[in-house]
């Protein structure tokens, strides 16, 4: 019997996962991998519980606001409140005019939670849409007739003489201070890409965090190579 695309797909996975573990015991990895296997084994075991691959897609609760449910403004959970005079000057640079938002502590997008850092800090890492930049969102604003607005803060670069990750570049990893921008910036709901991972670690004498996109495309490609 021929095997059909979900057996194809289970095949490669176990393949993948496996050269990606047996990559990890050979004395010639690179430190820079090494010291992030927690991350990658968490990615090849899907039965995990309580990491982000598995907190990003499961439920939320009664704070959460699903923006694919095309709720009118007054149906939407929590109380209004006045945004800060900060996170107004963020929105006017966007061109809104913004006095007032509900603020919930999580949302939800196609079925993917994302939240704000003081709420859940690995569902607030976030990568958008054509930026390299990983983001952390620190406010989550829903607007009346505008739509869900994140607040965010971008990591800075780190300072270091070389990024081992520019090495690998399926990996789409990179290195980061574990520091953010003062700055604080708004972007749509629609804006995101994907969630990231990160670990920080000690590289260069000083304290960085390794960032891995978790865009699914990466993950397949990476285990590939």
Known sequence: MNA???????ARSW??????RTFFGKQSCPPA?????GIFEKLVKPQARGTLTMDSVEGGDNESIDPDAMLAYDEFPGREETISDNVRSAFLNRGLTVWKAKSP???RRNGISFSTEQSHEGNSGVFLKNHSVPFCIKKIHCLP??????????Y???????????????LRASMWATELTSSLEVFSIDEIDTHFAKRDISWEGKRVTVIF????VSFGDSLNH
């Open 33 to 37: 991998i090494e010291v992030c296997y």
């Open 4 to 10: 059909g695309e979900y057996e194809e797909t289970i």
């Open 15 to 20: 393949h993948r996962s496996t050269n990606l």
């Open 213 to 216: 996109s978790l865009a699914r």
């Open 145 to 154: 007739s505008k739509g869900t607005w994140l607040v965010a803060q971008r």
């Open 105 to 107: 502590a999580r949302v």
């Open 156 to 170: 800075r670069r780190a300072d270091v003489m070389l990024d081992p990750y520019i090495a690998y570049p399926h």
